[in-house]
């Protein structure tokens, strides 16, 4: 199967045996693809390795055979977005999010406009915390995992903004009485639900909540970026 | 694959955990050392068994060596003032090569990259802390790679060398000399005209 100019970014590349580069790319219409990119590593390189880089919305064209495809082309599809500093870091954790969630081969076609958004949010020097609450709520949402923000799970109650919760990862916000697990406070989790940035004690509820909800959907593993960033972004 | 001997199809095996060979180049490897070059065999054996039973990290900078501290480090000619990081040994071996650099190096050996599970314990930022608190080294040159995992590893260093009051340095990136501007991709050339510097 031929696929051309596909709208996608570059999610991670490794090295794959002597001039060839592995892909994993988010597409807009055939989901995250596995692609080999042959000879671009060489003196000659056919494809400029700086065009694959991550962040770079590109138009690619590959043949699909099995699992993974063989890269026949890539063109740039507009400006770069250029992420400097913890944006950088920030970015390097979507990317790491989506290999890790999003299975190869499926198609999300909601997941690609988020993904793009969060890049220029990044880009745009919005809040890091915000931008990956809110990339991580739509990513959920797209893979037909999405949070419960409006209600208790058991009785369908609508949640009461000054009322604290324990979110359940597997069913969504239980009153909170003492029990263990991620709190947080109603107006929090009504806010991530009305894309309104709560306040910084806010944004700290909904990330602990958050890798909760990620670390179950991982089947109780964690991403590697907690551990990366968290220290790179500690020692400020 | 079927041979007659066992000795032989277990050299054929372990010649393959070299990069770029498969079981035909592996077989060819095997055969020819046995057909026309024994000595060449036996060097490169002992060769092999000397280098993976001798050869560790040096303490200072990471790189390979079968001193505690390599002869870099060790040496006395080299400007201690000045340290810079790299990601490889073969990083560090260009640049020696190209330029007349005199200070001492930190390899990193990868760069921080979440998906490859590298992170700052991985890459011995402990080390290159306490290395910068010593009060020795006054810049730190930031000679990671120019990839999206290079220059965030680079950010990370430039923090490291804040704290420590170090003054970071990073490689200009740019046109490569003899280049036409026409084939150059377009992230290098953006690079290379938003660092432009004033003609004297």
Redesign the interface.
């Known amino acids: 199967m031929r696929i051309d100019q596909q709208p996608a970014y570059v999610?991670?590349a490794?090295p794959y045996?002597?001039t060839s580069l592995l892909l994993?790319c988010l597409t807009r219409d055939h989901g995250r693809v596995g692609l080999v990119a042959r000879g671009v590593r060489g003196e000659r390189a056919r494809l400029?390795r700086?065009?694959l880089?991550?962040?770079?919305p590109l138009a690619l064209s590959w043949r699909m055979r099995g699992e993974l495809g063989t890269l026949a082309g890539a063109e740039?599809a507009g400006a770069?977005q250029?992420?400097?500093?913890?944006a950088?870091?920030a970015?390097?954790?979507l990317?790491?999010l989506v290999?890790r969630l999003v299975a190869r081969q499926d198609s999300h076609p909601e997941l690609f406009g988020a993904y793009a958004l969060a890049l220029g949010r990044l880009a745009a020097g919005e809040s890091l915390a915000w931008t990956l609450r809110r990339f991580e709520r739509d990513l959920l949402d797209a893979l037909g995992y999405g949070l419960l923000l409006d209600r208790q799970a058991e009785d369908e109650t609508p949640l009461q903004p000054q009322a604290d919760y324990v979110y359940l990862p597997e069913q969504g916000p239980q009153p909170w009485r003492g029990q263990p697990g991620p709190r947080v406070r109603g107006a929090d989790l009504l806010a991530l639900a009305a894309d309104r940035m709560p306040d910084p004690e806010g944004l700290a509820a909904l990330r602990r909540m958050m890798r909760a909800v990620i670390a179950a959907h991982l089947g109780g593993g964690e991403?590697?970026?907690w551990?990366?960033?968290g220290?790179?972004l500690r020692?400020? | 694959m079927s041979t007659a001997s066992k000795v032989l199809a277990e050299l054929i095996d372990a010649l393959r955990c070299l990069p770029g060979v498969g079981a035909k180049s592996a077989q060819r490897m095997a055969f020819h050392l046995l057909e026309r070059d024994r000595d060449g065999g036996r060097r490169l054996a002992a060769a092999l068994t000397a280098a993976m039973e001798r050869i560790g990290h040096c303490r200072q900078c990471r790189t390979f060596s079968e001193e505690p501290v390599c002869a870099l480090c060790a040496g006395a000619a080299r400007d201690r003032h000045v340290l810079c990081v790299v990601e490889s040994p073969s990083d560090l071996a260009a640049i020696e090569q190209a330029t007349g650099y005199r200070g001492l190096y930190f390899v990193l050996l990868g760069r921080l990259s979440p998906l490859d599970g590298l992170g700052p314990d991985e890459l011995g930022m402990d080390l290159l802390r306490r290395r910068l608190a010593e009060g020795e080294v006054q810049e730190l040159i930031v000679a990671t790679n120019p990839t999206v995992e290079g220059e965030a590893t680079a950010h990370y260093l430039a923090q490291l060398a804040r704290d420590a009051g170090v003054r970071a340095t990073r490689l200009a990136h740019g046109v490569p000399l003899g280049g036409e501007l026409e084939f150059i991709d377009r992230s290098t050339l953006a690079h290379a005209f938003g660092g432009r510097q004033a003609l004297d």
């Open positions: 999610l991670h490794r045996r002597e994993e400029a700086a065009e880089e991550p962040f770079l740039a770069p250029r992420l400097a500093g913890d950088l870091l970015g390097l954790y990317n790491e290999v991403l590697r970026a551990r990366v960033l220290e790179a020692h400020r």
